[in-house]
């Protein structure tokens, strides 16, 4: 084998050393979250697939070997969101409806009840001082009487029939406001998952 020769593979030999050499200093350099120079190239950091963008729970904007894992995370969160917030804005919503709707009645049986006892408190005096006027006194007399009774048992009525609508309203707030806190949950589990994914 001639010297020329011999320092011919030998030079060969040393490119390629170089070459294998230089590609894994390459190699080595793809850190998990560590910098990288082009967007959107992959690379196998590890046991899991890496690609060179912006990580999205980041404050500073740069190129960083992201997880893929952490991508679909992302990728998931937001498109979850726009239901999620929906979900709350109706939500939110009932419960705000629901409790306008609870202060109105509460103060129409407040009022009903003040009628009640008014007029029964009135109609009591009035036929102590005049005992036989529903038997023995005039017509005008008798249909006066009957027209207070009846609104007495009009507002009795709507006492017992919007305590009863208060209760219903009740079980609707409880009903939204889990819901609330249920989609919440559900929001803030997804940011977790996607913390704990992409974790710097």
């Known amino acids: 084998m001639s010297k020329k020769f011999i320092a011919s593979a030998t030079a060969v030999l040393f490119v390629a050393a170089s070459l294998v050499t230089g590609l894994s200093s390459a190699q080595a350099a793809n850190k998990a979250n560590g910098a990288c120079a082009k967007a959107n190239v992959s690379a196998k950091i590890g046991k899991n697939t890496y690609k060179c963008t912006y990580n999205p729970t980041a404050t500073v904007k740069k190129l960083t070997w992201t997880s893929t894992i952490c991508i679909q995370a992302n990728t998931d969160l937001k498109s979850a ?17 629901a409790t306008r709707q609870k202060n109105t009645n509460t103060k129409l049986i407040t009022a009903s009840q003040a009628n009640v006892d008014k007029w029964s408190k009135d109609l009591a005096a009035y036929l102590a001082a005049h005992p036989t006027s529903e038997t ?7 249909k006066n009487i009957a027209a207070v009774k009846d609104g007495i048992a ?47």
């Open 154 to 200: 009009r507002n009795k009525q709507r006492v017992i029939d919007l305590t009863a609508t208060l209760a219903d309203l009740d079980k609707q707030i409880k009903e939204a406001q889990d819901g609330s806190t249920a989609t919440q949950a559900d929001i803030d589990s997804a940011k977790a998952t996607l913390a704990a994914a992409c974790k710097l």
């Open 81 to 97: 969101l726009p239901l999620s917030n929906s979900l709350l804005t109706s939500y939110n919503g009932r419960v705000s409806s």
């Open 136 to 142: 023995t006194g005039s017509e005008a007399e008798k």
